[in-house]
C-alpha cells in the first residue's frame, strides 16, 4: 500500500456539537470501515467493552498510533441552551412535569460554528478518498441538525502533518514517542478513544513537542 501526506476538509452545513475537544480522523476512518465489515451486526456490537476486530484503516502507522490528526476548527467553542419538554398526551389524567421522569429541563451543548474542518492524515489516497465520502456529519447531537457536512475534499500534500507540524502536536501522542513536550495529560491516543485501556500519558493536541 502506497502512503502520501494528505489533507482533508470537511465543509460543513451546520455547526458541530461535541462531547470532547476533539475529533480524531482515525476513529472516523475506522467506523466505517467497521460499518461495511459488519453490516447489520455492527448495531449489535457491545457499546461498553472494546471488541477485537481485523480491520485496519488505510493509514501510515507511527508505532503503536496512526499518523492523523484531530480536526481543526475555523471557529470558537459555543454553548447552546435549549429547552426541552415531555410532549406527551394521555387520554386522561395529568403527569407531572415539574419533577421526576417526565420533567421539563434544559439542556446544554457545547458547538463550534464552522465553515471547515481540516484533518491531516499519511494514508492510500484512493482509499481514504472512498472512505471519507461517506462520512455525512461530524460530532454529536447530529439527531437535532448539529454536524452535517455539505463536501469532503481529499487532497495530496507536500508535508506530514498527521502527528506533528510546526513544532506541534496534532493528536495525542504518548510522552515515550516525543523527545519534549510542553503539556502532557493522561488521554485516549488511539481506537476505541472511549477505552480506558488505551489511555496512556500524552502530549496534548496543539502543543508544542518533538518526535524522538
Keep these: 500500500m502506497s502512503y502520501v501526506p494528505l489533507k482533508i476538509t470537511f465543509k460543513m452545513k451546520t455547526p458541530i456539537a461535541l462531547g470532547f475537544p476533539w475529533i480524531f480522523f ?6 466505517i470501515l467497521v460499518k461495511e465489515e459488519l453490516g447489520e451486526k455492527y448495531y449489535t456490537l457491545p457499546s461498553k467493552a472494546p471488541v477485537k476486530l481485523d480491520v485496519e484503516p488505510p493509514l501510515k502507522k507511527y508505532h503503536d498510533i496512526y499518523v492523523a490528526s484531530v ?8 454553548v447552546f441552551n435549549y429547552f426541552k419538554r415531555a410532549d406527551l398526551v394521555f387520554p386522561r389524567g ?11 429541563f434544559y439542556l446544554k451543548i457545547v458547538y463550534i460554528p464552522v465553515k471547515e474542518v481540516t484533518f491531516y492524515a499519511t494514508g492510500e489516497y484512493d482509499e481514504v478518498k472512498r472512505l471519507v465520502s461517506k462520512i455525512t456529519a461530524l460530532g454529536k447531537d447530529r439527531n437535532i441538525g448539529f454536524g452535517f457536512v455539505k463536501e469532503a475534499v481529499v487532497e495530496e500534500v507536500d508535508y ?12 495525542p501522542i504518548p510522552v515515550k514517542y516525543l523527545r519534549d513536550y510542553e503539556d502532557a ?7 476505541p478513544y472511549w477505552s480506558k485501556y488505551n489511555i496512556d500519558l500524552c502530549g496534548v493536541p496543539f502543543t508544542k513537542c518533538t518526535l524522538k
Aim: charged share 30%; with cysteine; hydrophobic share 35%.
Design 26 to 31: 482515525d476513529s472516523l476512518i475506522l467506523h
Design 71 to 78: 480536526g481543526v476548527f475555523d471557529g470558537e467553542p459555543r
Design 94 to 104: 395529568k403527569i407531572r412535569r415539574g419533577s421526576g421522569f417526565f420533567k421539563d
Design 160 to 171: 506530514e502533518a498527521g502527528l506533528v507540524w510546526n513544532n506541534r502536536c496534532m493528536r
Design 185 to 191: 495529560a493522561y488521554l485516549a491516543y488511539k481506537p
